[in-house]
C-alpha cells in the first residue's frame, strides 16, 4: 500500500535509470530520440551507451519508421519522446509500420496527463489512452509508481509486440513495495470494501487512495483496484469489483472519452451492468499552471474522487 510519506523519484527518471539496467544485459534494446533527452531523461541512455542512442531530432515520424525498421532486424527499440508526439504526430507511422506489422518497438510515452511542468495544452496529451486502447495489437501500460514502472518495463522489453508505455513527469508516493509483483493484464486490489470499488490507473491511484482514506473517516467503505494495463484489460477483475459493490467509479488523468471509463464501462454494459461515475477530464484541453491547481480545476484531486463516490452512492439509495 501507499505510504503517505515516502515519494518516489521521478518515472521519467527510473525509466531511464531501468532502460540502462536493461541494457546492460541485452545488446538488442536501443534508444531512439526526438530531440528530448533532457525532459525524458533519456539523456542517461546517451551517456552510458552512446552508440545505441540514436537522436532523430524533431521528426517524430521519421523516428517510428526507422524504429520499426531497426525491430525487423533483431532490435528493440524503446522510443522517446512526449505522449502527445508519440501518441498522435507519428501516429500514422505507428500504425502502419509498428502495430500492423506487429513489432517490438516500445514508445516510452513521456509527460503524460495534464500534470507536465507548465508546458500547457500543446504538450499535454488527454486523449492518448484512446488512442492507442484501439489500436490493433498494440499493449498499452500506465505503471502508478517507480517499483511497477521498473517491474512492467522488463516485461514490456520482453513482449513480442507493440506497447505503449505511459509515463509522468514528476515525483509521486509510492504504491508498492520491491516484493510486488506486475503481471501483464491483471489487476491490482489495493483496498477492499463494499460500499464503491474505485477503478483507476497510473499515478492516479495514488490519489484514488488518498479518497479512500477521506470515505474511510465518513464511514464508507471503498474497494481500490488499480489497472495498470489498459489493454489487455483485466475484466474479471472489474466484474468482481462491480459485483462487491454495486457501485463503480472511475478515475484518469486523460479524457473521461475513450479512457479507462470507456473501457470499463464497455465490459459492464455488456457483462454486469452497474450504476458508475467517471473522474476525468471532461471533453476539454488542458493548460499552464501548477500541478495541485491543474488537479483541482479539472476535478482529478482525491476530494473531487470523494465527491464522485459519495454523489454516486447517493443517487443508488435515492432510486431505490
Known amino acids: 500500500m501507499m505510504s503517505a510519506t515516502r515519494m518516489d523519484p521521478a518515472m521519467r527518471d527510473v525509466w531511464a535509470e531501468t532502460l540502462c539496467e536493461i541494457m546492460e544485459h541485452d545488446p538488442r534494446v536501443l534508444v531512439l530520440d526526438g530531440d528530448l533527452a533532457n525532459s525524458t531523461k533519456a539523456e542517461k541512455v546517451a551517456q552510458r551507451f552512446p552508440e545505441r542512442f540514436f537522436e532523430m531530432g524533431i521528426a517524430e515520424q521519421n523516428m517510428a519508421g526507422t524504429a520499426a525498421g531497426l525491430a525487423t532486424v533483431g532490435f528493440i527499440p524503446w522510443l522517446s519522446s512526449f505522449a502527445v508526439f508519440l501518441a498522435e504526430r507519428d501516429l500514422d507511422q505507428v500504425r502502419m509500420t509498428i502495430a500492423q506489422t506487429k513489432l517490438p518497438v516500445k514508445l516510452g510515452a513521456a509527460y503524460s496527463g495534464l500534470l507536465t511542468g507548465y508546458t500547457g495544452k500543446t504538450h499535454q496529451s488527454v486523449e492518448d489512452i484512446a488512442i492507442m486502447r484501439c489500436m490493433p495489437n498494440m499493449t498499452v501500460i500506465a505503471p502508478a509508481d517507480a517499483e511497477e514502472c521498473r517491474q512492467a518495463m522488463?516485461?514490456?522489453?520482453?513482449?513480442?509486440?507493440?506497447?505503449?508505455?505511459?509515463?509522468?513527469?514528476?515525483?509521486?508516493?509510492?504504491?508498492?513495495?520491491?516484493?510486488?509483483?506486475?503481471?501483464?493484464?491483471?489487476?491490482?486490489?489495493?483496498?477492499?470494501?463494499?460500499?464503491?470499488?474505485?477503478?483507476s490507473t497510473?499515478?492516479?491511484?495514488?490519489?484514488?487512495?488518498?479518497?479512500?482514506?477521506?470515505?474511510?473517516?465518513?464511514?464508507?467503505?471503498?474497494?481500490?483496484?488499480?489497472?495498470?494495463?489498459?489493454k489487455p484489460l483485466d475484466a474479471p477483475a472489474i466484474l468482481e469489483a462491480a459485483e462487491r459493490t454495486g457501485a463503480v467509479v472511475t478515475a484518469e488523468d486523460h479524457s473521461i472519452l475513450g479512457g479507462l471509463g470507456g473501457a470499463v464501462a464497455e465490459v459492464l454494459s455488456e457483462r454486469r451492468p452497474t450504476r458508475m461515475r467517471r473522474v476525468g477530464i471532461r471533453d476539454s484541453f488542458g493548460e499552464s499552471a501548477p500541478n495541485d491547481a491543474l488537479l483541482e480545476k479539472y476535478g482529478l484531486n482525491a476530494r473531487h474522487v470523494a465527491t464522485a463516490c459519495r454523489e454516486l452512492l447517493a443517487d443508488l439509495r435515492s432510486s431505490v
Open 202 to 230: 497510473g499515478v492516479q491511484t495514488t490519489r484514488v487512495l488518498e479518497a479512500a482514506d477521506l470515505l474511510e473517516q465518513e464511514g464508507i467503505q471503498a474497494t481500490v483496484l488499480h489497472l495498470p494495463t489498459i
Open 154 to 199: 522488463r516485461i514490456s522489453t520482453d513482449l513480442s509486440g507493440p506497447v505503449y508505455f505511459r509515463l509522468t513527469r514528476d515525483p509521486s508516493p509510492a504504491v508498492f513495495e520491491p516484493s510486488y509483483r506486475f503481471k501483464l493484464g491483471k489487476g491490482v486490489l489495493l483496498r477492499e470494501g463494499g460500499d464503491v470499488a474505485v477503478l
